[in-house]
């Protein structure tokens, strides 16, 4: 595989096209899990969640959606929690084989959701070393860029890779019609081109993992 780039011409004094070869890596062995942040009855965001699960589906990916509505997890710490602990492994097994991950979450009160910093909490060596990619959705305009922003540095605290590109959604309760699809236009954009640098970020790290080719 060939990717050329082309340096501006303020930068350089003649013409230079780099070639960058990468092996030949089929994405479609991969698994992403979506993980979705929000227990809220209104929620809006999970539909960000629900829609990449079809977009990614609809590219032959596999994939899992972790639903934490549907799975919930007690405070991390509580004494409780021993009650829970069938539910803390079958999401920790589920995490664990993801070769790639999605976080998606509103944005409350500038920030991500509790529910999400508290799921991420019981987990460690589920995500490390895996290239994770932020999702955040919000009623105003700026798409829950700050709660996307903090993820990712939480992300790299869990010694994984953050995808540098987000998906933000401006606006949500707009972007989808009642039956949850995604009509805003220039949201279909971003979503497309969201998963195209996910799919190609993941795709490198995770061959080269499972090449065995040790760093030195």
């Known amino acids: 595989m060939v990717y050329s780039v082309k340096l501006p011409i303020s930068q350089v004094k003649n013409h230079v096209r780099l070639k960058i070869y990468f092996p030949q890596f089929n994405s479609k062995t991969m698994k992403i899990t979506i993980l979705s942040g929000s227990v809220r009855q209104e929620r809006q965001s999970h539909r960000v969640a629900e829609h990449l699960q079809r977009q990614l589906t609809a590219k032959n990916i596999e994939t899992d959606l972790i639903d934490l509505a ?23 097994q589920r995490l664990g084989k993801a070769d ?35 999702a955040a959705a ?30 933000l959604v ?28 996910l799919l190609w970020f993941s795709g490198a790290l995770v061959h080269h993992q499972k090449s065995g080719v040790a760093i030195t």
């Open 70 to 92: 549907e799975t919930r997890l007690p405070v991390y710490g509580d004494p409780e929690s021993d009650d829970h602990s069938a539910v803390i492994r079958d999401i920790g």
């Open 100 to 134: 790639a991950l999605i976080l998606v979450t509103p944005e409350y009160h500038g920030s991500f959701s509790g529910v999400l910093k508290n799921a991420l909490d019981y987990y460690w060596a589920e995500f490390a070393r895996k290239p994770i990619a932020v």
């Open 138 to 167: 919000s009623s105003g305009r700026m798409g829950g860029i700050n709660a996307s922003v903090q993820l990712q540095h939480v992300i790299l605290s869990l010694g994984a890779y953050p995808l540098p590109l987000k998906l």
């Open 170 to 197: 401006p606006e949500v309760p707009r972007a989808f019609d009642e039956s949850g699809e995604l009509v805003n236009e220039r949201t279909q954009r971003s979503v497309q081109k969201f998963l195209d640098e």
